[in-house]
């Protein structure tokens, strides 16, 4: 696994998800304060170290801890906004009985059509209309 001694844990994302390529990165600096990195889910160290299929792998966001702990998808969200102290409300009401399920869905709902998303959007990174995969970007390599 990487190495986790300057790190609390690891947000990886699905690079080939447009959305994602320009939000996660957004937020890089806010997650390295709080001692979270970022990287993409097709990075050959998560394949390695998750060892899950592909479809497996890039269902849902994946906060992977220090300790080997994983985090998916909206609770990834929840774990990371109760770490942030204006996120914390946010975080809060996604908690809150009722809201969660709600939160739970939106989740679920836009991880399933992330791809129709960004390609409407308009946004790098999307497959094509064909549904074939993005041409593949360059990865920054971590630490």
């Known amino acids: 696994m990487k190495d986790t001694t300057s790190t609390r844990g690891w947000l990886l994302y699905d690079g080939s998800c447009g959305f994602c390529r320009r939000w996660v990165p957004f937020w890089e600096k806010t997650l390295r304060k709080r001692g979270f990195a970022i990287d993409l889910l097709q990075s050959d160290w998560v394949r390695r170290e998750l060892n899950a299929a592909d479809d497996q792998l890039l269902q849902d966001l994946r906060l992977v801890l220090a300790d080997g702990q994983q985090v998916l998808g909206a609770d990834a969200y929840r774990y990371l906004m109760r ?3 204006w996120a914390f409300p946010i975080y809060l009401l996604a908690s809150a009985p009722l809201f969660d399920r709600i939160f739970d ?6 991880a399933d059509n992330r791809y129709r998303i960004s390609q409407r959007c308009g946004l790098e990174g999307a497959p094509d209309a064909a ?3 993005p041409a593949s970007g360059s990865v ?3 630490d």
């Open 83 to 85: 770490r942030i102290w």
């Open 131 to 133: 549904g074939g995969s």
């Open 105 to 110: 869905r939106g989740y679920r709902t836009f």
């Open 140 to 142: 920054r390599q971590k």
